[in-house]
């Protein structure tokens, strides 16, 4: 089933999170039940893959000014029917950004989120399920704004939350320390 991998994933998750057991049940009824999970068409809501990249000495995150959601975010975006979701973040890191050079930080998934995306032209609104892994940026550090962000922008960890107070965001930074 192409979809065990992300379950196997899921489940070492909810063993290192146990305090987050009731959105990563959420998500893990959603994958077993969807056998499109992967694929952007499926109306009620998808998978998604993104990357919390920081610098070099972990100090810094690279947020993203979202044009479609105007919101400061992590790099992101639709599977797009592939079910390797790190590769799915590792591509959008590179094409939302135009950097080129990451490494996993840590095996494994980093963060979930599921959260709603407001109705757009003829999408209704639907759920992204958001699967996260930690990316250190490994090489040059200058970014080029893509099309799908007004901005983008090295933030201190510490100073997050002067962007944005969403619980996914403050709850990763809080994650990051300690690498």
């Not at 992967?38 to 000495?57: K, P, Q, Y």
Request: charged share 30%; with cysteine; aromatic share 6%.
């Amino acid at each position: 089933m192409h979809r065990q991998p992300l379950l196997d994933q899921l489940a070492d998750y909810a063993a290192r999170h146990p305090e987050e057991a009731e959105t990563v049940s959420r998500f893990i009824d959603f994958v077993r039940s969807e056998g499109d999970c992967f694929e952007r068409s499926l109306a009620v809501g998808h998978v998604t893959g993104s990357a919390w990249i920081v610098n070099a000495d972990g100090s810094q995150v690279l947020l993203t000014h979202h044009r479609k959601l105007d919101r400061w975010l992590q790099l992101g975006g639709h599977a797009d029917g592939d079910s390797d979701v790190l590769a799915v973040a590792l591509k959008e890191a590179r094409e939302e950004s135009g950097l080129d050079d990451f490494e996993v930080v840590r095996p494994g998934i980093f963060d979930l989120d599921i959260h709603p995306i407001p109705a757009r032209k003829s999408d209704p609104e639907h759920l992204h399920y958001d699967v996260r892994y930690l990316l250190r940026a490994t090489g040059a550090t200058d970014y080029v704004v893509s099309d799908e962000s007004h901005d983008l922008r090295w933030v201190a960890l510490d100073e997050v939350t002067t962007l944005t107070t969403e619980d996914s965001m403050t709850r990763m930074v809080r994650k990051t320390p300690g690498l």
